[in-house]
């Protein structure tokens, strides 16, 4: 029983939430779940399509999670079209519109949070401390209210996604994760709600972290497998854009994160960098099809 888009129930409150859902799910109705920020892209759609496929009904969170921004990370510029965003998860088809107040999922002081394994101190954790902590204390929260069969994420979060599997398969949560491609643009960009900030002249030289991931996977094709010949190889194609500061690039284990010393077809390139104001982050599996 799929409602249809025109349909949407938009929802404050967990107990709203979790009433519509029950309603589904009282049917025989599957879950499925995409839980966002907002400022919705063609990303986020495709991760619509993919909770269409693999379950009945469509529950979308729209939370801007403040305990995942660090003291000068940009929480109170981060874009919030309520309306556009309203509008674009209708038309893709979500059933449910959970769309909650920080005071409804935070009403008082925080005593029990989620705190990530080892491998969060790493890459994006090392540059934002604590961040997965918050990510998974929201995830694992939203995960509660809901109550999703099945759950989607974007590949382009690759830590964030190996950390919420991690924390699925060790608390014994009953849901299935599905991470989903990444979407890029035309000339190759990750979409990324902060793609919005950039500068023309930034927006170019952004095109460079697409080029240092593919001059990677080449080097990868070509027989390349010293893990640190692979990242110059990256390095070398970003240390030619002036406006690019490289936070990291790595070659690391698709799965765990982990550096190796040796790629293999499941090793993952991943980057992060700064273009000014705005911190992009992108990656790419070295073996299979990967996007291509």
């Known amino acids: 029983m799929q409602s249809t888009a025109t349909d949407m129930i938009v929802v404050n409150t967990i107990a709203a939430v979790r009433e519509a859902v029950a309603k589904f799910r009282a049917s025989g109705s599957t879950i499925g779940f995409v839980p966002t920020m907002g400022a919705l892209h063609a990303g986020h759609i495709s991760l619509v399509k993919w909770s269409r496929r693999e379950a009945d009904v469509t529950v979308m969170s729209i939370f801007v999670n403040p305990l995942q ?6 929480l109170s510029r981060y874009p919030r079209p309520v309306e556009n965003d309203e509008a674009m998860a209708r038309e893709a088809g979500v059933d449910i519109l959970f769309r909650p107040e920080v005071k409804e999922m935070y009403p008082s002081e925080r005593e029990i949070t989620v705190t990530a394994a080892a491998v969060a101190e790493l890459w994006e954790g090392s540059s934002r401390p604590g961040h997965f902590d918050g990510v998974l204390t929201v995830v694992a929260k939203l995960f509660n209210i809901v109550q999703p069969d099945v759950a989607i994420f974007g590949r382009k979060d690759l ?50 972290l697409n080029r240092a991931l593919k001059e990677v996977r080449r080097a990868f094709a070509r027989g390349e497998r010293n893990t640190t010949a692979l990242e110059n190889a990256g390095l070398a194609v970003l240390e030619h854009e002036t406006p ?40 790419r599996f070295l073996g299979g099809d990967d996007e291509d």
């Open 244 to 283: 690019v500061k490289t936070d990291y690039f790595a070659v690391v284990n698709g799965s765990t994160l982990m550096r190796e010393r040796m790629a293999t077809e499941k090793s993952a390139a991943i980057v992060a960098v700064h273009l000014g104001s705005t911190r992009l982050i992108d990656n």
């Open 159 to 208: 830590q964030q996604a190996v950390l919420v599997q991690a924390m699925v398969h060790d608390l014994d949560m009953p849901l299935k994760v599905i991470v989903a491609p990444i979407v890029r643009e035309r000339d190759g960009l990750a979409l990324s709600s902060r793609n919005r900030y950039l500068s023309e002249t930034d927006r170019k030289a952004a095109l460079s």
């Open 69 to 74: 921004f660090g003291p000068n990370e940009d």
